[in-house]
């Protein structure tokens, strides 16, 4: 079984109004080549759930400035003032969830747990309108799982069956991400054979993803340049 | 004193309250800083996009993009580190697993609840880490100037603006004095400036006491 294909074969496993997990912290661990397919399409609507949304001119921050995004699921947007903008005008919906909340919800998401407890916001303006529930006397919020239609994620490396290793903090949300997406999507800098990789030290099994695609940009200081 | 200069001596501070072996998250701004002063102690920094023993800043040679902290900026790191998944790492903070966070903030009320979030008047679309650390560090340690720019003081009687979370820091390290926070409310735990605890109230508006254990010392 070969899992790898081309990259722009991936357009199709999109449609509207997806709910798109994408992994990344800043731009680090972020599946910049497929944001960037994405971009040749023509699907819309999109609820995009990610900790940020790109930086400036990369990453989802295209995506977004594409129209294509309607609506935004995560813990840091501030930095990105488009898309204050597009939300204080009404363009953008935005779901804040503190940055553990959202990897805990998306960790059950794909572990087949409904949603959980958490002391994180108790009492504060996220947690209006959420359940509260007080557990050996000390008070919780309820938050519900987070899934996906599509996970489009970052690893280092993958073989062929789509066994992955990550870099470093390029990390992130990834392998929760992998495992929380009805199609899961891994864009990684560099492919190799089944029996390559150490068993010990594989983070995402291959039983998560559906698809591996060679990333078309690499590192080169600090940036990261489009070299495919 | 320059603010540089304030915020280095609130960062020194607080390098002197952490221990030998202690997991450490340091948030960003001053907190930052307090890396600086940590001289022979090891303590190993966490950073909550996953990397546990992160090490100093790079330099141009082993400079690498997709190995950042949590303020995004690049970083290097120690032999002894490991790395994580995000949810792994808020496991670790919110379970308790982290000894001490150390966080900037806007406002501390007498009670020791912060608010280091979110602006007034402005569109409030970043929470990042804040509330989880606030929430899961075993000890909490805030740093700031004791003034905004205005000249109002950030050690409020009633925070105005928005909560981080019910629970509540357990030092506060300012430029004139650290405050420490018990079931009694804020006390004056030692001076930082040469002053009296007369002037100290009459600057931030209402009296202040002394601490059990002030030490004069200092």
Same mark, same amino acid.
């Given at each position: ?6 990259? $722009? ?6 449609? %509207? ?51 294509? *995004?309607?609506?935004?699921?995560? !813990? ?6 488009? #898309? ?8 953008? =919906? ?26 994180? #916001?108790?009492?504060?303006?996220? #947690? ?21 239609? @599509?996970?489009?994620?970052? #690893?280092?490396? +993958?073989?062929?069956? /789509? %066994? ?27 492919? @190799? ?24 940009? &690499? ?10 | ?14 390098? =002197? ?63 002894? +580190?490991?790395?994580?998944? !995000?949810?792994? &790492? ?19 009320? *007498?009670?020791?609840? *912060?608010?280091?979030?979110? @602006? ?8 990042? /880490? ?25 050690? @409020? ?6 909560? !981080? ?8 390290? $300012? ?9 009694? /409310? ?14 100290? !109230? ?10 059990? =254990?002030?030490?004069? $010392?200092?």
């Amino acid at each position: 079984m070969d899992k790898v294909i081309e990259s $722009s074969e991936i357009r199709k496993l999109f449609k %509207n109004g997806d709910q798109i997990l994408t992994g990344g912290f800043g731009l680090s661990g972020t599946p910049l080549t497929i944001i960037d397919e994405l971009l040749e399409t023509d699907i819309k609507d999109l609820t995009v759930v990610s900790n940020n949304l790109g930086d400036l001119g990369q990453g989802l921050h295209k995506l977004f400035m594409q129209g294509k *995004i309607k609506k935004a699921i995560g !813990s840091f947007f501030s930095i990105n003032r488009e #898309a204050v903008i597009a939300w204080s005008k009404g363009e953008l =919906e935005i779901d804040l969830l503190p940055q553990g909340t959202l990897a805990e919800a998306i960790r059950c998401g794909g572990a087949g747990i409904g949603g959980f407890y958490t002391k994180t #916001a108790v009492g504060t303006e996220l #947690a209006e309108g959420k359940e509260e529930r007080v557990i050996d006397g000390e008070r919780y919020i309820f938050e519900k799982a987070i899934k996906g239609d @599509v996970a489009i994620i970052k #690893a280092a490396k +993958a073989d062929r069956l /789509g %066994n992955l290793v990550y870099h470093t903090t390029a990390r992130n949300f990834n392998p929760m991400m992998a495992t929380a997406g009805n199609i899961v999507i891994a864009e990684v800098d560099e492919i @190799v054979e089944v029996g390559e990789l150490d068993p010990e030290y594989i983070v995402t099994p291959h039983a998560y993803v559906d698809y591996v695609i060679q990333s078309k940009y &690499s590192k080169v200081g600090s940036e990261y340049v489009e070299s495919r | 004193m320059l603010s540089q200069d304030k915020r280095l001596v609130i960062a020194k501070r607080i390098a =002197e309250e952490l221990k030998e072996g202690q997991i450490v998250n340091l948030g960003i701004g001053i907190p930052t800083l307090v890396s600086e002063y940590l001289d022979d102690k090891e303590v190993f920094l966490q950073t909550e996009n996953g990397l546990l023993g992160m090490g100093p800043p790079p330099t141009e040679e082993n400079l690498d993009i997709e190995l950042i902290n949590a303020g995004k900026e690049p970083v290097t790191y120690l032999k002894s +580190a490991s790395f994580f998944n !995000s949810a792994d &790492s808020f496991g670790l903070i919110r379970g308790g697993h982290v000894d001490v966070a150390v966080l900037g903030i806007l406002q501390v009320d *007498i009670k020791g609840e *912060i608010a280091n979030w979110a @602006v007034p008047d402005q569109p409030i679309l970043g929470v990042g /880490g804040a509330m989880d650390l606030v929430t899961g560090a075993k000890k909490v340690i805030v740093a700031a100037t004791l003034f905004a720019k205005d000249g109002t003081s950030k050690l @409020v009687k009633e925070l105005t603006y928005k909560t !981080s979370g019910i629970r509540k820091v357990d030092l506060f390290v $300012s430029d004139y004095a650290v405050f420490t926070f018990t079931d009694e /409310g804020v006390k004056v735990l030692e001076m930082m400036e040469d002053i009296t605890l007369d002037e100290l !109230s009459k600057k931030v508006g209402f009296n202040l006491e002394y601490a059990a =254990e002030f030490n004069s $010392s200092k």
